[in-house]
């Protein structure tokens, strides 16, 4: 059969580098509170892995810096009920800190991650599977032993 089928099961989080639309005002913590079950503890331990402290989470959103802004977006992506990530150049932005936090989260997450991305260490740290489109067509080049 022609095309993608996507099983009833899957919850897909979307992690896009530019776009991002929110209620300003909200804090930093409000906003990561918002659909998550992680207890405040858990939550302030991965912004503190990306490089958002105790300072900075009562901050309003409106205060943040579009870096800030990308590291709160994939924190929050990757606390949430999502099986599957697709994540649209997810190293953007990031210092090399933050960098290396995303790769640990990316890691030990239990679902499926999708992603693009220009940064040949993220892929060769992360990635298990890579397909590369050529000619029009998706071809895989490389398949991690695992």
């Known amino acids: 059969a022609d095309g993608l089928t996507i099983s009833p099961k899957a919850e897909i989080g979307y992690f896009t580098q530019t776009g ?3 209620n300003t005002h909200k ?5 990561m509170q918002e659909e998550c079950e992680y207890t405040v503890a858990e939550i302030r331990a991965v912004l503190a892995s990306m490089g958002i402290g105790a300072n900075d989470i ?7 810096s579009g870096g800030e802004i990308i ?14 990530l697709l994540m649209d150049e997810p190293g953007n932005y990031l210092d090399l800190k933050s960098i290396a936090a995303l790769e640990t989260m ?3 997450y239990a679902g499926t991650i999708i992603f693009v991305s220009h940064d040949k260490q993220l892929v060769d740290n992360i990635a ?15 398949e991690r032993d695992c």
């Open 106 to 108: 990316m890691k030990s």
């Open 128 to 142: 298990d599977i890579i397909y590369e489109i050529k000619d029009h067509k998706i071809i895989k080049t490389f």
């Open 20 to 22: 991002y639309k929110f």
């Open 27 to 31: 804090s930093v913590l409000s906003f």
């Open 58 to 64: 009562q901050k309003n959103l409106s205060d943040l």
């Open 71 to 84: 590291k709160l977006l994939l924190s929050k992506m990757l606390l949430g009920k999502y099986n599957i």
